[in-house]
């Protein structure tokens, strides 16, 4: 069994991919309900391609809101536009849904499975072992319960009780600036489906459509005094007047908040059989809308290497390759998110018109626009360097190893898929033959991996075996007449 603490949507994503390959588990919140309030409002198409192995991504297209692009503003003119037309993905938007949202429908996915969330269930403390790990847990009426787990994700947020545990140190700083956040409706002249970043003397202000017609709005107030309160509404309306398009009229607010920006991160994201994932791992500046995303992503790394060695199909040592892994890309995203919003609240009038200039300048160059659509989407995200990534003689150019693995029509499968995404549902390797004959896996790996073939794919070189991750990155390629070094690298996995 598997103890999930938190559910978030890191914990819930934890829970649901561990589901979908019939993994025994619990997930324990102390929280009496989930969120009722928008937090991340951004699934952007990286996540939505791994919902749809998670055969849920239609649930959450149909509950959100398409965002088409971004537009960039400084002086009362635009800077630069970007459209999400330009996403290497089959999702070619940033789907706009509130956190609450999120929640509901992984709780709902993980309830259709038969787990439901123990809320108002907290965990107390835990040990572990060879064998496993003892953990306490609390429930509301004060009553006490020990459990007895193979493994732990502690997916419970910035103040993980998980990573104080492990003694875990969550190294970083925290951004000298303030910032104000409000969910409200604005009438006046702002698009129902772009995000609007304006750049000004005085700060940034950032708007984002939210489903059912409300907008976030973002703005970094330099810094407050100790204990101040929420803004209010003239707070509000104020910044818009001063940052924003001419016209804009806030109204009806929903949330009114405040917060300071903390750039944190552990350096291993595992100790022994306790895991660390989403928020209690890393967190970083809003920018780009990176943060959930991540966690997302970090669950679905690690769910589906737990999988495999709990039923016993891949041995322990798969689980050494998480940690690495998803470090590397929080280093990544937090970099980048940084930078994002250094460049952003920056003071300095010589650096500010050297900013505005070189935005206005290089954001019509498609090379630039294609860069900051891969990166706000995520598909730039890849294993180069990971203990599972190789490139043997023959390796394919295209895509590369440790790269994504775009979705693809199968010709054959042995288990009767479709496409690349439903086969990797069954939370397997891939043997993926493009425009060359299907791979003989041997009986020893069948409950590793499962051959398909595709025609030629303008996604991937004809005449290439590759070897599919089941979280849709390639982790080795060959050439279609010699597959021997993909089938021997399962059989250093397998058990």
Known sequence: MVLVVGAG?????????LRRQGVALRVVDKAAARTDKSKALVVWPRTLELLDVLRCAGDFVAAGMKGRGARMRASGKELLHVTFDR???????ALLIPQSETERLLEAALAAT????????????????????????????????????????????AHSVVRHGIGAQFDGTT????????????????????????????GVLAVFPIIGGRFRVVADVGTAPEGAPPPTLADIQALLDDRGPPGLVGHDPYWLSHFRINERKVRDYRSGRVFLAGDAAHIHSPAGGQGMNTGMQD???????????????????LLDSYSPERSAIGEQVLRNAGRLTGIGITRNPVLQELRNLAAETLGHLGVVQQRIVDQLTEVDLHYPHSPLTFAPHGAASHPKCGD???D??????????KRLHDALATGRFVVLSVGAPAVAIPASLRRLAVAATAASDAHYDAGHVYLVRPDAYVAASTSGSDAQPLLGRLAMLAM
């Open 9 to 17: 949507p890191v914990g819930l994503t934890m829970a649901l991919a």
């Open 87 to 93: 996403a290497r993905s089959d999702y070619t938007y």
């Open 114 to 157: 038969g787990v439901q969330v123990e809320r108002e269930t907290e965990l107390v403390s835990f040990t572990q072992d060879d064998g496993g790990v003892a953990a306490v847990l609390r429930r509301a009426d004060g009553s006490r319960q020990d459990v007895q787990a193979a493994y732990l994700a502690g997916c419970d947020g």
């Open 175 to 202: 951004m000298p600036s303030d910032w104000v956040l409000a969910d409200l409706r604005i009438d006046g002249p702002l698009p129902q489906d772009e995000l609007t970043i304006s750049w000004t003397e005085g």
């Open 299 to 317: 669950a679905i790394n690690l769910a589906w290497k737990l999988s495999l060695v709990v039923a016993g199909h891949a041995k322990p040592a």
């Open 404 to 406: 994504r693995a775009r």
């Open 408 to 417: 693809v029509a199968l010709a054959t499968s042995e288990d009767g898929a």
